[in-house]
Nanobody, 123 residues
């Protein structure tokens, strides 16, 4: 069983930056595929960025070039650096872990989820 805890959300102006963190407070995700997802009010949860155990990344088109996903397997921590934030990035951001190495854009393929952290970008 892996327990994930996110932090780093907040309120920022358009064009600003935030860095989200996700730590495995119980268990480890060092060998697993990980992802950041987000859910805006009234919308489906969507994938934002994925990272494999070896550091291969996949980004949603909407965040490509602005967000960077990374992980530190020793610290059991994953990060999402968010630059040039836009009002449409406003959402609750969740980190998630699979129980295998293969990346997936499908939220239903992720077994473990954090509680979410709110990101609000004002115009």
């Amino acid at each position: 069983q892996v327990q994930l805890v996110e932090s780093g959300g907040g309120l920022v102006q358009a064009g600003g930056t935030l860095r989200l963190s996700c730590v495995a407070s119980r268990g480890t995700f060092s060998g697993y595929a990980l992802g950041w997802f987000r859910q805006a009010p009234g919308k489906e949860r969507e994938f934002v960025a994925l990272i494999s155990s070896l550091g291969t990344n996949i980004y949603a088109d909407s965040v490509k070039g602005r967000f960077t996903i990374s992980r530190d397997n020793v610290k059991n921590t994953m990060y999402l650096q968010m630059n040039s934030l836009r009002p449409e990035d406003t959402a609750v951001y969740y980190c998630a872990s699979r129980t295998q190495r293969i990346l997936s854009r499908n939220k239903n393929d992720y077994a473990y989820w954090g509680q979410g952290t709110q990101v609000t970008v004002s115009s």
